[in-house]
T-cell receptor
Framework: SQKIEQNSEALNIQEGKTATLTCNYT??????LQWYRQDPGRGPVFLLL?????KEKRKERLKVTFDTTLKQSLFHITASQPADSATYLC??????????FGAGTILRVKS | KAGVTQTPRYLIKTRGQQVTLSCSPI?????VSWYQQTPGQGLQFLFE???????NKGNFPGRFSGRQFSNSRSEMNVSTLELGDSALYLC????????????FGNGTRLTVT
């Protein structure tokens, strides 16, 4: 069956360190993958998109990698800050405009 | 530019009732998608409308329906509510092209008692 798996446990890190979140998928062949951030009581906010033929994408302190052989994407936040604390969701485009989301990983950055 | 607006923000309904949720997309966006979010299942795709036509549908029973108007505003309806329908219902709009980012509203929190 098709699955998108993200770290089920919360990730707790110290301010200033790099946070690395994982997204693994099975039985999908996505053309691209997206990452979103969600704060409590709010809708997800789009962060980055990476295509299947791109290995890496960067935006300010954010970096995403996409390995279609391993069926994995890694999401990095460098120099993390308490304001980065949120739930981070990865999503794959299944067909048309239907995005399928992982369950999300809670990130807590402590000062 | 105003973001995606969902109304109402909170709803409490009783089992067996029906409910209508509303979504106003970002101006110029022709695609509206609906998602249900629960702690156990995460974000689950309900359906997507593009130019007033349902383009994609998720695996939800027929009690869940939607529509889109000519101004791209969308509504979703849930009939014969069940306790398990309690969730955060999120609407997202986009230009409707492939590779497009979804712009989400802050959702309607539905509680069924």
């Amino acid at each position: 069956s098709q699955k998108i798996e993200q770290n089920s446990e919360a990730l707790n890190i110290q301010e200033g360190k790099t946070a690395t979140l994982t997204c693994n998928y099975t039985n999908y062949s996505p053309a691209y993958l997206q990452w979103y951030r969600q704060d409590p009581g709010r809708g997800p906010v789009f962060l980055l998109l990476i295509r299947e033929n791109e290995k890496e994408k960067r935006k300010e302190r954010l970096k995403v990698t996409f390995d279609t052989t391993l069926k994995q994407s890694l999401f990095h936040i460098t120099a993390s800050q308490p304001a980065d604390s949120a739930t981070y969701l990865c999503a794959l485009m299944e067909y048309g405009n239907k995005l399928v989301f992982g369950a999300g990983t809670i990130l807590r950055v402590k000062s | 530019k105003a973001g995606v607006t969902q109304t109402p923000r909170y709803l409490i309904k009783t089992r067996g009732q029906q409910v209508t949720l509303s979504c106003s997309p970002i101006s110029g966006h022709r695609s509206v998608s609906w998602y249900q979010q629960t702690p156990g299942q995460g974000l689950q795709f309900l359906f997507e409308y593009f130019s007033e036509t349902q383009r994609n549908k998720g695996n939800f029973p027929g009690r869940f329906s939607g529509r889109q108007f000519s101004n791209s505003r969308s509504e979703m309806n849930v009939s014969t509510l069940e306790l398990g329908d309690s969730a955060l219902y999120l609407c997202a709009s986009s230009l409707g092209q492939a590779l497009g980012a979804l712009h989400f509203g802050n959702g309607t929190r539905l509680t069924v008692t």
